[in-house]
């Protein structure tokens, strides 16, 4: 009975323990929150007191500043009825008549109460505050500077200068004190005005350049080839000025101002059988008659030695200014021609042409709407120049038609040039046989044949020229030369065979001065004998100046030729322009909607911009300058206003009557070869100039050089004249044969050394700028390596991480498993048998499933594992993860 009695107390005691463990843990679990919720109550409270700390600071500052706002009002009202009571005492005095000024200073009075009041006071601002107001200016500069490379609109861009300015310039004067500030402020003023002074003074040197935005604008329409045009044009526009001020400075005006009057000598004075004529248009259009006795031509000039009270060297600055000009010309041109080159040195980097166009091509201070129109065209015309350039690089075409194509086209160029050389012989030689039987009896064509013939060569042959170009399949840009190199032969050739059919004519007015010449000399003769034996004492006969008997001045002939030719050429352009373009685009744009086809894309369709064709003919108007100038001053102020007109009517024909070009391409940069024509035109120019002036001697009655054998015998009658002696000996010695040879031989070899110098140093750069591609692409190869291995090394670290997380894992679960089952065979010792729930039949313990492995995702693996900066892991320790109560079955 005991015993019986004992086993149920046994098995009660046992169930009042295994009721007693699961209120001890619901104990646990209790304290454990409780505790949480103390911590988040304590973590509350610090952050309260922490709050109430911040808003007593606070509290104070808004007390000192109230308080100083406070004394500034108190201090600007002491001022302000400072300032009334001195502005009624200043009423009271005033009579009726000042009272009209009171408002105004009344007015001037608020105004300086306002800036006052709006000004900082530095005594007001606490050390922190003042340093605050210091990095607050900093900053607001810091945003003015960099704001251009912002991508913000414009209008933010522009309420944010504008508030930066104004902050800037209000806040700026408190970071002194007293008359430290003064000084500071004075400082801050004087280089703000320094500093807009000089935007203004480049803005002013950029608004001085003549059409520079015209060029712009085209440019940005037509692409950099057109542009390349009108940029040549201004720059001619400019050397021709310096000509004429040359010319008409120290020729034209000293002789019209000192020289004798019109009238008074024989070549001064139109001759008695041309007076009638002499005011006739078709005369003065021709430049006879009055023109040609005028200070525009070579035969007014009196050879006088000295004129005028200021005694005046006429015929030595005559001959100083021709060789003057023309110097000056060969130093702008080869100074033009370094310049460009040290430009082009550096070569144009064309790596990443696409990106740098894409990315920071556009400018994002414009707030114009036109300008920025301009841009957007601009960039779009320079993509195009991109990819047709990226386009000709990859071409590969067949070498052999190509050649084949290449050879037939120069064969008809050279058969154009050689028929249009001929045409113009021809027709000097005609022109000088219908001279010879009178002009008066021919009609005009016949009279101007030699220079329409050749301006009609000038328009008609780069048209064909342009046609068999097509032929040869080149880059636009080297199609370009080819034209420019045929058009200039045209030129040249054209310009040589009416110099050497002017030769010819020449001859034959030298041959004629010379019967004049003795016909005058039998006739003065005569008349001296015929007065000298009636009566030796009576005065010697006068004739009027223009019943005296003169000879034909060949160099004023050669002058009228070439200042026809100019003429010629000119009207004949104009008119190009208003039939060829003008016409053209007026009747495509009204007559294609009445019309069968499509005008505009096909026949005639409007018409492109011929640069070459306008090129060539620039600078082979410039060659005539040159050449004629010395026998007709008045030229370069003929192609002043040349180049001035065609400035205004070419960019109106482009951009209202033109089309961009299909294939638009970028000129060269540099321009050189354009003032490589040029300088060859000038230099063949000079040669028949010089050739007249030291071989033919000057007429005898006519031009600053008559009575003299040779031109140039003007510099010897000065040294002679007006320097000692000696000066004059060492001028005859520095100018033999034997010294100037050899100096000459000296300049070519020099000249020779430093091309070789520059090819060599040219050489040198392409040779580093290959290594610096190839060292670019070195280094970029070893930084894709170097990514690669730091990839694979954070991918290896990555996945070492991961498998310690997941051992850790596994031990703290294990551990877990452990003390779980330590617990259960406690319980198991204490009641002497398993729970049905936690041993099988066989008594093996139950099977349990080991948890998945954790995913980190893929936004927060750095945060987890990983420091943000390199791929190091960091050291993490074992974290316990919590195994939910095993529960009865």
């Not at 000057?698 to 040294?719: A, H, N, W, Y």
């Not at 259960?824 to 936690?838: F, I, M, T, Y």
Request: glycine share 6%; proline share 5%.
């Amino acid at each position: 009975m005991k015993k019986g009695r004992r086993d149920p107390e046994a098995k009660g005691g046992e169930r009042e323990e295994e009721e007693e463990q699961p209120e001890m843990k619901r104990c646990k679990t209790a304290k454990r929150r409780k505790n949480i919720k103390n911590e988040n109550a304590r973590k509350m409270e610090e952050e309260e007191e922490e709050a109430e700390v911040r808003n007593a600071k606070r509290k104070k500052k808004h007390a000192k500043r109230e308080k100083g706002e406070r004394e500034e009002r108190e201090e600007d009202g002491g001022k302000r009825r400072v300032k009334e009571k001195a502005r009624e005492g200043r009423r009271r005095t005033h009579t009726r008549v000042e009272t009209s000024s009171e408002p105004e200073t009344s007015e001037e009075d608020e105004l300086e109460e306002e800036s006052e009041e709006s000004e900082v006071r530095p005594e007001s601002l606490s050390p922190e505050e003042l340093e605050m107001l210091k990095e607050a200016v900093y900053e607001r500069k810091k945003l003015v500077q960099g704001l251009r490379g912002k991508p913000w609109p414009m209008k933010e861009k522009l309420v944010t200068l504008r508030e930066s300015q104004e902050f800037v310039e209000k806040y700026e004067g408190a970071l002194g004190k007293g008359k430290g500030r003064k000084i500071y402020a004075y400082k801050v003023m004087m280089s703000k005005k320094w500093m807009k002074f000089q935007r203004d003074f480049e803005n002013f040197k950029t608004a001085c350049i003549p059409w520079e935005m015209k060029i712009k604008e085209i440019e940005s329409h037509f692409g950099s080839s057109v542009a390349s045009y009108f940029i040549f044009l201004r720059w001619m526009y400019g050397i021709n000025m310096i000509l004429f001020c040359l010319t008409f400075g120290l020729v034209m005006v000293p002789e019209a101002l000192m020289g004798r009057p019109y009238g008074t000598i024989p070549r001064k004075t139109v001759p008695r059988a041309e007076a009638a004529s002499a005011m006739d248009f078709a005369v003065l259009w021709d430049f006879g008659g009055y023109a040609q006795y005028s200070v525009l031509f070579y035969g007014y000039y009196n050879n006088q030695r000295a004129i005028g009270w200021l005694k005046f060297r006429m015929p030595l600055s005559y001959f100083l200014v021709g060789v003057g000009t023309v110097a000056y010309s060969y130093m702008v041109v080869i100074r033009t021609m370094a310049r460009n080159a040290n430009e082009s040195g550096v070569g144009d980097d064309n790596s990443f042409n696409f990106s740098w166009k894409m990315f920071t091509s556009w400018d994002y201070l414009i707030g114009n709407p036109e300008t920025a129109d301009n841009k957007f065209a601009s960039i779009t015309t320079s993509f195009k120049e991109a990819i047709l350039e990226e386009q000709e690089s990859c071409k590969d075409d067949n070498i052999h038609l190509t050649r084949f194509l290449r050879v037939l086209a120069n064969f008809l160029v050279l058969c154009c040039l050689a028929g249009s050389g001929y045409l113009i012989y021809f027709v000097v030689r005609r022109s000088q046989k219908f001279a010879l039987e009178g002009l008066e009896t021919h009609t005009w064509w016949e009279r101007n044949e030699v220079n329409m013939v050749m301006s009609l060569l000038g328009m008609f042959c780069p048209m064909l020229f342009d046609v068999i170009s097509a032929l040869e399949n080149y880059h636009p840009r080297v199609a370009l030369q080819w034209q420019l190199g045929r058009i200039f032969a045209l030129f040249l050739g054209n310009l040589y065979t009416f110099i050497i059919a002017l030769m010819d004519e020449i001859n034959l007015k030298r041959e004629e001065e010379k019967i004049i010449k003795f016909n005058i000399t039998m006739w003065e003769a005569s008349l001296y004998n015929a007065t000298g034996s009636e009566n030796s004492t009576a005065l010697p006969v006068t004739f009027h100046p223009a019943d005296v008997p003169r000879g034909p001045c060949w160099e004023t002939m050669v002058g009228q030729e070439f200042v026809r030719l100019i003429i010629s050429d000119t009207m004949t352009t104009y008119i190009t322009l208003l039939i060829g373009d003008f016409l053209r685009a007026v009747l495509v744009r009204f007559l294609n909607y009445c019309w069968c086809w499509d005008l505009e894309a096909g026949f005639p369709s409007y018409s492109e911009f011929d640069v070459s064709g306008n090129v060539l003919g620039l600078i082979f108007n410039q060659g005539m300058i040159w050449m004629g100038a010395f026998y007709a001053p008045c030229l370069p102020a003929l192609n002043v206003l040349r180049l001035h007109v065609s400035m205004y009517l070419q960019c109106w024909a482009v951009m209202c009557c033109n089309v961009p070009q299909e294939r638009v391409f970028k000129a060269s940069g540099s321009n050189n070869f354009y003032m490589a024509m040029l300088l060859v035109i000038l230099f063949l120019s000079t040669l028949p100039a010089i050739y007249t002036i030291v071989t033919i001697p000057p007429s005898f009655d006519c031009g600053p050089f008559s009575g003299k054998k040779r031109m140039f015998d003007v510099i010897q009658e000065t040294l002679e004249s007006d320097f000692p002696a000696w000066f004059s000996k060492v001028f005859s010695y520095a100018s033999n044969p034997g010294l100037v040879l050899p100096f000459i031989l000296l300049m070519v070899l020099a000249i020779y050394y430093l091309q070789s110098t520059s090819k060599s140093y040219k050489e040198a750069n392409v040779d580093l700028k290959k290594k610096l591609q190839t060292q670019n692409e070195e280094n970029k190869r070893k930084n894709k390596l170097a990514a690669l291995k730091a990839q694979t090394d954070l991918e290896e670290a990555r996945a070492a991480t991961q498998t310690a997380e997941q051992k850790n894992n596994n031990a703290s679960l294990q551990h877990q498993h452990a003390e779980e089952e330590e617990d259960l065979g406690s319980s198991q010792r204490k009641n002497g048998r398993p729970p049905p729930s936690v041993r099988h039949q066989d008594g093996r313990p139950p099977a349990t499933r080991a948890p998945a492995p954790r995913t980190l995702h893929p936004d927060t693996h750095r945060s987890l594992g990983y420091l943000p900066g390199g791929g190091f892991p960091q050291q993490r320790e074992p974290r316990m993860h919590r195994v939910p109560s095993l529960q009865r079955h």
